[in-house]
Structure formats: C-alpha cells, structure tokens
T-cell receptor
Framework: DQQVKQNSPSLSVQEGRISILNCDYT??????FLWYKKYPAEGPTFLIS?????DKNEDGRFTVFLNKSAKHLSLHIVPSQPGDSAVYFC??????????FGTGTSLTVIP | DAGVTQSPTHLIKTRGQQVTLRCSPI?????VSWYQQVLGQGPQFIFQ???????GRGNFPDRFSARQFPNYSSELNVNALLLGDSALYLC???????????FGPGTRLTVT
C-alpha cells in the first residue's frame, strides 16, 4: 500500500529554468513532510521540510508547497543547475517519526 | 563534523545466513532509524530507536531485529537471509525522536 506517490519517474529541465517535482499522499494524518536528494552510491541528503501548519517553506533555491486539501506537495527548484541532477524523494510522517517515502523522481538538468 | 557512518559498505551472504549491519549516528543525535531500499523503490522503514528503546517498527518479519547502544550507535540483524533481502540498508539519525533524519551512505547487501 503506497501511501506516498511520485507519479513522474523522470523529469528533464534546461539549466536556469524551474524544476517542479510533485508528490501525492493518501494518509490525511500525515503532518510532516521532507524532501531528499540522492546521488548514486550515496545515502539521501536532506533538502527541506514542511509541517502541516504551513503551506510554503523556502530555503534558497528550494521551495516546498503543501496543499493539504489536495494531499499534494511540490518542490520547486529555481534556477535549476546541472548539479541538481539526482533522484528526489518526498517523505511523509505522522509527527515526524516513521517516514513513508515515495518511489523517487530522477531529475536531469541539461546545460 | 562526521556524518552518519555505516559499515560494512558492501556485503555478500548466502541464503540462510545471518548478517549484522552497523551504524554510528551524528554526534549528539539520539535517534537512529533503519530503512531498506530495493532497486527502483524509495526507502522503507524498518525500525526506529530512541534513547536505546524501540520506538517504531515497520512491516518487516521477525527475522529483522535491531538494538541501540549507550553511545547511540546501532546494529541491524537479519536472520535466515532470503534472496529478497538483497537491498541497500540505510541508517538515519536525528537529534530527537521526531524531526528530519540524516542518512548514511548505506550498506549494500547481496544475498546469493
């Protein structure tokens, strides 16, 4: 039972443009969400988080938006850089304890 | 500061054998979680330990067990290995029981 879904396995974006990665979840109890970036042969690297009391959180080039009514969150990367090419995972939890991960979206930023 | 470290990096075992994986959290982090990631999937939660006590368990059989030591390092044990246990095993630490988790590089387990 996949409670967190990333329906786009891959995404290609030109350098300097915006990358938008999407994530949907089914459990309305989820109240804490994270985004991770993963390079091959490395563990996931924490990028940004958001709790359900907010609908937006920014950190530099990264912004996460949360739409609780739609059970949807998205990660915006502006401007995209070639070094952003990696697999991105969203993760959700109830109270930030046990995290449920999506299947990942592979982002390629084309120079 | 050192990040989360895991050992060994790679491991090859035979069906039916037992394996122990090790994790050292970031200094000051008291919570350790274990995840299994199979190819093409996201990490799946196995266990969380906080202050040396099990605080959460995912949907894994009893062949999987773990413990946390007084220095907050942790071991994951898997008994009676099956081919399906072949995966990347990730350890993540956090400062408290709740909050963002920081991952180690993982241990790649291959069961033949």
């Amino acid at each position: 039972d996949q409670q967190v879904k990333q329906n786009s396995p891959s995404l290609s974006v030109q350098e300097g443009r915006i990358s938008i990665l999407n994530c949907d979840y089914t459990n309305s109890m989820f109240d804490y969400f994270l985004w991770y970036k993963k390079y091959p042969a490395e563990g996931p690297t924490f990028l940004i988080s958001i709790s359900s009391i907010k609908d937006k959180n920014e950190d530099g080039r990264f912004t996460v938006f949360l739409n609780k009514s739609a059970k949807h969150l998205s990660l915006h990367i502006v401007p995209s850089q070639p070094g952003d090419s990696a697999v991105y995972f969203c993760a959700a939890s109830v109270t930030g304890n046990q995290f449920y991960f999506g299947t990942g979206t592979s982002l390629t930023v084309i120079p | 500061d050192a990040g989360v470290t895991q050992s060994p990096t790679h491991l090859i075992k035979t069906r039916g054998q037992q394996v122990t994986l090790r994790c050292s959290p970031i200094s000051g982090h008291k919570s350790v979680s274990w995840y299994q990631q199979v190819l093409g999937q996201g990490p799946q939660f196995i266990f969380q330990y906080y202050e040396k006590e099990e605080r959460g368990r995912g949907n894994f059989p009893d062949r999987f067990s773990a413990r946390q030591f007084p220095n907050y390092s942790s071991e994951l044990n898997v008994n009676a290995l099956l081919l399906g246990d072949s995966a990347l095993y990730l350890c993540a630490s956090s400062t408290a029981r709740y909050g963002e988790q920081y991952f180690g590089p993982g241990t790649r387990l291959t069961v033949t």
